[in-house]
């Protein structure tokens, strides 16, 4: 990446020593965000850039040059804001079947000092571990590491022990999607430094390190899909994917009072919500009708391309669709194991997540303590990329920015391992966090 002095309104800035890029293809946006690192350790926006996406259903990639195109105008713009040009970015995936499992591996110490070359040979020991079958590896992380079975240790170089182990973070996807994502960036010119997991991006924006080792659900309800995750002892343990989201609010909305999408989702930003409340029957919306409809006035002499309805209408309509995708949220927290007194608090984040009331709503609907979660960590985020619909893009930049250890990147192991199923490690995780409350 490249480095040096920005400038904003003819002042200097500190240094930026390096910088990094981040890139989130959406269902309904591209968006990109360029950051620095200042010389004094701080990360800094530098520029971002957004465009409407095209050729992207659900996640996936389906006209590649469309999208391509958007890819190109969104970080042109950030690299026009930024004053300087990037080459490679993250960019984040929401499609191809995520799937969080994870693994525990041992190896055998004898006791002596724990330095750099033992954890080497431990996250070596652990990628031989994986078995993908057939999948594609996102990430292969180290979580936590153990003493002599002392779990939640975060630095163990330094430490005795007989035994040094690891738990070991591995996200799965689909090879195809993945490689159309690379494809594509790599059609716009620009290198792929890594592909990230979008509910592993925008935890990173959102979550602070105490929720994560209580226990805490975050559903990223994005445009087209909202994914569940679930964090536990410091890890995220488990993902969820529903393919519904906020866009499929707003064609419910087209639907009912026969309006384009572009209207639709207007209405739903400036006067949607997801309460109702005793003015709602006396508080009346203009709806702009799409023009062809507008020549088809009727008898009664309008000659106006408008016609109102009350914000209960609105509300009405909104609920339907909210209220199946709350449903499908509440089987997904089910079948992740999110109950009892570890399963109360939930973060709610992406587009969908700006909709008026939603939080309220949701925690009457889930029982459970809900709150919005917005991109922290970052200095300088512009207002119009400040909000939830943006904290997948921030946490890009800030994945990219940490430079975390992939164990697939260290070199073979010799020593004896000991492997433990993730399904066992998992119930070890929430074993811990009953015991905690």
């Not at 000092?113 to 990628?127: F, N, P, S, W, Y």
């Not at 009708?289 to 509300?315: C, F, M, N, W, Y």
């Not at 079948?335 to 973060?347: D, K, P, S, Y």
Request: hydrophobic letters at 40%; proline letters at 3%.
């Amino acid at each position: 990446m490249s480095s040096g002095k920005a400038r904003k309104g003819g002042a200097a800035v500190p240094r930026i020593e390096k910088t990094y890029g981040a890139l989130d293809i959406g269902s309904s946006k591209v968006c990109a965000m360029i950051i620095g690192r200042t010389d004094a350790g701080e990360l800094l926006v530098l520029g971002t850039g957004q465009r409407a996406s095209e050729g992207v259903k659900r996640g996936y990639i389906t006209d590649m040059a469309a999208t391509e195109l958007a890819v190109r105008e969104a970080v042109e713009q950030a690299e026009r804001i930024a004053g300087l040009n990037i080459d490679h970015v993250h960019v984040g995936c929401t499609s191809g079947g995520l799937t969080s499992t994870i693994a525990r591996v041992e190896i055998d110490l004898g006791g002596g000092r724990i330095d750099e070359d033992d954890v080497d040979h431990l996250l070596a020991a652990g990628r031989e571990t994986i078995q993908p079958g057939g999948r594609m590896v996102l990430h292969a992380q180290p979580a936590l590491y153990t003493l002599d079975g002392a779990t939640g240790v975060k630095k163990p170089i330094g430490l005795h022990a007989e035994r040094l182990g690891v738990d070991i973070h591995v996200i799965f996807a689909d090879g195809a999607p993945v490689r159309n994502i690379d494809q594509t960036v790599a059609a716009a010119y620009l290198g792929v430094s890594g592909i990230v997991a979008a509910p592993i991006a925008a935890g990173t924006a959102v979550l602070g390190e105490e929720e994560r080792e209580l226990g805490v659900a975050l559903v990223e309800m994005g445009a087209a899909v909202t994914n569940i995750s679930l964090y536990a002892g410091g890890m995220l343990v488990g993902l969820f994917t529903i393919p519904f989201g906020g866009a499929d609010i707003t064609d419910a909305i087209a639907s009912a009072f026969g309006l384009r999408r572009a209207e639709a989702e207007r209405i739903k930003c400036f006067h949607g919500a997801a309460t109702s409340s005793p003015r709602d029957n006396h508080d009346m919306i203009d709806l702009r009708l799409p023009e062809e409809d507008s020549k088809l006035v009727g008898a009664g002499g309008r000659t106006d391309d408008k016609h109102s309805i009350s914000r209960a209408q609105l509300v009405s309509v909104i609920r339907q669709p909210l209220d199946y995708l709350i449903g499908e949220i509440t089987k997904g927290l089910k079948e992740l194991g999110f109950t009892g007194a570890q399963g109360q608090r939930i973060v709610l984040t992406g587009g969908c997540a700006e909709l008026r009331g939603l939080a309220d709503h949701m925690q009457v609907a889930l029982g459970r303590t809900v709150r919005i979660g917005r991109p922290t960590g970052i200095a300088g985020l512009p207002d119009a990329h400040a909000g939830p619909a943006f904290s997948t893009l921030a946490g890009l930049a800030l994945f990219a920015a940490d430079e975390p250890v992939d164990i697939r990147s260290v070199a073979s192991s010799y020593q004896q391992v000991h492997r433990h199923s993730g399904a066992a490690v998992l119930q070890r995780l929430w074993r811990a966090l009953v015991g905690n409350f």
